[in-house]
């Protein structure tokens, strides 16, 4: 495990209230790392915890050979009111995704799945990968690097079969554009209604 990331965690987020460790011995470990919340050093109260992941980013994702990445290696963030065991899951399998399935992602990569990822909603379904709102968060791959590679951190947001419609069929900027618009906001809401 990498030693450095741990301390760069801290110091874009603090001491973790949590960090759950992944049980068995899956190649890479990936823990994750529960931050409550805490008022920002730029004065801004987040009253949601932070999930990160942590080991995902110790392989580089596999790409075609000719391909020109933004980035090999990420983590994942998810923005929760109140975090369990659902969440856990959902970020766990994802960061071992790219990895067991020789894959990648990028901004804008969905993980569509056949049943919702939580017992709570009717409809989220499909894992969308983008850039954080948070300046903070952005600022991960000027401060961690492995061999060499800058670690990217990818914002997990849940979307519905109809969201993935949408972006499949008019493009990610289309779906950005209507969750602009209907002000969705970036802590999940497990209950919310399509959009669509």
């Not at 779906?175 to 209907?182: D, I, M, V, W």
Request: net charge negative; no cysteine.
């Amino acid at each position: 495990m990498n030693e450095t990331r741990p301390l760069v965690y801290r110091e874009l987020w603090g001491e973790p209230a949590e960090v759950l460790r992944e049980p068995g011995s899956q190649v890479p470990a990936i823990d994750i790392h529960v931050y409550a919340p805490r008022l920002e050093p730029d004065g801004f109260h987040r009253a949601h915890y932070r999930l990160v992941t942590s080991g995902m980013s110790e392989l580089a994702m596999t790409f075609p050979p000719a391909a020109n990445p933004p980035f090999h290696r990420a983590e994942l963030v998810m923005y929760v009111p109140s975090p369990h065991e659902e969440h856990f899951r959902l970020l766990r399998f994802l960061a071992h995704y790219p990895h067991e399935a020789h894959r990648y992602y990028v901004y804008g990569h969905t993980v569509p799945n056949a049943q919702p990822f939580f017992s709570g909603s009717e409809v989220l379904s499909v894992a969308l990968l983008l850039q954080s709102p948070y300046r903070a968060d952005a600022r991960l791959p000027e401060l961690l690097r492995i061999e060499g590679q800058p670690v990217e951190l990818l914002w997990v947001q849940p979307i519905t079969m109809a969201e993935w419609t949408v972006k499949r069929e008019k493009g990610i900027d289309a779906l950005l554009g209507l969750f602009a618009e209907r002000k969705l906001p970036f802590v999940l809401d497990e209950r919310r209604p399509s959009l669509v």
